[in-house]
């Protein structure tokens, strides 16, 4: 159950210390500013051991979704997945344009009840786009038993998911290592996109990638709606995630 807030700690210290290493470009440059970020940390530390509590107990009785998870977040013992991202990350991005893969993970409340919006069933093919360590992805094959693939650009993330399928001998459910924009789409019912991080470049390529989902698919994005021509925007509603309270947004392919 500690697994996650001491890695998250340990995360903070690997933070610090890149600040400290020769010809390391200073993000916080006053003690002032490193101060604030300390601080800012800490909430958001206490934070997520309020949320990684709450899914302990009221996913208590989830037996086989808690088994996956252990089994998944061992991996991440060290590093993590938030050091993971930022390292690996900058294999394929920019440093300008790192921050598309900013790191951060969608609460099982918040998938469950995107999910339940969404009405989804064990014959829907689930596609999460960015799935990070796959979470999103787990959740939906082992509580509604549906088709769900995971696709991230980072290796690391889609090896560690895939050793889990492996480990727990898991069926209809796998993780491609590619662009999340050049999925084919033309088979899932249900797509998942943390669209925090993506600039109008991603959005763009993002509607393209859409265009192909058959009618009556839906799509469920974090942080804003899509303005896809083929997207028609169902609702709205908040939820939790590792980062704070976010909107999830519900649309239909039309
Ligand atoms: C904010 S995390 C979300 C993880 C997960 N979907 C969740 O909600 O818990 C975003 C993930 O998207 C991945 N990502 C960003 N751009 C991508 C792209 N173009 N193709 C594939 N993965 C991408 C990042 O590597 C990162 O793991």
Redesign the pocket.
């Known amino acids: 159950m500690f697994n996650k807030p001491w890695s998250l700690i340990r995360f903070y210290f690997q933070c610090i210390s890149a600040y400290f290493r020769p010809g390391a470009t200073w993000s916080v440059r006053t003690p002032l500013n490193l101060g604030l970020r300390i601080l800012y940390w800490f909430c958001n530390w206490c934070y997520f051991c309020f949320l990684n509590t709450a899914e302990v107990l009221a996913f208590a009785g989830h037996g086989s979704l808690r088994v996956q998870d252990r089994a998944l977040y061992r991996r991440y013992r060290f590093p993590n997945?938030f050091w993971i991202?930022l390292t690996?990350?900058l294999k394929v991005e920019r440093p300008e344009t790192l921050y598309?893969?900013?790191?951060?993970?969608?609460s099982w409340f918040?998938?469950r009840s995107a999910l339940k919006a969404v009405k989804a069933t064990a014959d829907d093919i689930f596609y999460?786009?960015?799935?990070?360590?796959?979470?999103?992805v787990f959740f939906a094959r082992i509580e509604y038993g549906m088709q769900a693939v995971?696709?991230?650009?980072?290796p690391t993330?889609v090896n560690h998911a895939n050793g889990v399928v492996q480990e727990l001998n898991l069926d209809r459910i796998v993780f491609h290592e590619?662009?999340?924009?050049?999925t084919d789409l033309r088979t899932a019912t249900i797509v998942?996109?943390?669209a925090?991080?993506?600039d109008q470049e991603?959005l763009d390529?993002l509607y393209q990638t859409l265009a192909a989902l058959p009618v009556g698919a839906r799509v469920i994005s974090?942080a804003r709606p899509l303005a896809a021509p083929v997207l028609r925007v169902t609702g709205s509603q908040r939820q939790f995630?590792?980062w704070g309270l976010d909107e999830v947004f519900y649309h239909e392919r039309i």
């Open positions: 997945q991202a690996e990350g598309r893969l900013t790191y951060g993970e969608t918040g998938i999460d786009l960015g799935c990070g360590t796959g979470r999103n995971g696709i991230d650009l980072l993330f590619q662009d999340a924009f050049q998942y996109v943390t925090n991080c993506f991603c390529k974090t995630f590792s």
